[in-house]
C-alpha cells in the first residue's frame, strides 16, 4: 500500500512543524508549503539544527494569499493541513515603516468597521494568480484573510484535487482581551468549509492555548491559563463564554499535533473536534506506537 500524501499550509510554525513530524513517523509523504520554506528551527524547536525527521520532509515555498502559487503541490494530496493564523493583527507595513503605530493597528482590531466577505462570495477566480485579500485590506494582516478565507481557498483548491480530508487548526474559544472577530472568523471558516465541500471530510481542531519548553514565554502563559480553566471548573463555566480558550485547558502542542495526524488517518472522525477528543485521539496515537 503506497505512503499517504500529506501536505501542510503553514508547516515550518509552532504546530505546523510537529504535524510534519508525527506524519513522517506513520512514514507519510509529507510537503510543508510557506512563504519562507523550511522553519528556522530555533523558532519552533530548542535547537538551531533541523532535526533528523526533516530530512523527510518537502520544504515548499509558496504564498497562502495566491492559491495559483500552491495549488500544483496538491496534485495526489490524500490530506491537507491549514495551520495558519494571527491572534493580532495590524497594518505590518506600516508599522514596519514608522508610518502606523501598534497602538493604532490594535484600534482597528477592535474596530466594528464592516469587514469583507469571504472570498467565495467575492468569486475570486480558480487559476488566477490574485491575492485573495480585498484592495481595501491588501496591506494587511487580517482575521478575516488570515484565519477565514486563506482557509476557504485552500479548501477550495484540496477539494478540486479530490483531497479525502482537509484539516483546520480552530480555536476553543476567544479571550477577553482578542476581538471577537478573532474567534468568529475562526468559525466562519468551519462553517463554509462544511457546507461549500460536504465530499472533503473536514475535521475543524478546536485548539486550546498551545505550549512548549523551547518556547519558554508559552509555560508562563499556559500556567495563566490553566488558572483560568481550573477557575472555570470551580465555579461550573459561570464565567465560560467571556474567557473563552483562557478558560479552556491548555495542551502541550504535540499533543495537539499528534491528534490532527491521528484524525486525518481515522475515517470516523469529522466536524469540531473539543478539548477531550483532541486528547483522546493524542493517547490512540500514543498508544500505537507502544505496540
Known sequence: MSAKKLIVCGGNGFIGSRICKYAVTRGWDVTSISRSGE???????????PPQWARKVTWERADIMRPATYAPLLKGADFVVHSLGILLEADYKGVLRGQESPIEGLRKAFSAAPQP?????????EGSNQDIRPPETRNQ????SMNRDSAIMLAKEAARE????FAYISAAGGAPVLPARYITTKREAESTIASEFPRM????????FLYDSSRP????????????????????????GFMGAAGVKPLKV????????????????KGPVELAEIEELANKSWRKTMV
Open 217 to 240: 514565554i508559552t509555560i508562563g502563559m499556559a500556567a495563566m491559563t490553566g488558572l483560568g480553566a481550573a477557575f472555570n471548573g470551580f465555579t461550573r463555566g459561570v464565567l465560560g
Open 141 to 144: 494582516l487580517t482575521y478575516e
Open 201 to 208: 471530510r473536514g475535521v475543524f481542531i478546536r485548539a486550546p
Open 117 to 125: 466577505g469571504n472570498p467565495l462570495d467575492r468569486k475570486v477566480p
Open 162 to 165: 479530490n483531497v479525502a480530508a
Open 39 to 49: 522553519p528556522k528551527w530555533d523558532t519552533v524547536t530548542a535547537s538551531d539544527k
Open 254 to 269: 504535540d499533543i495537539v499535533a499528534e491528534a490532527v495526524v491521528e484524525a486525518l488517518g481515522d475515517d470516523k472522525v
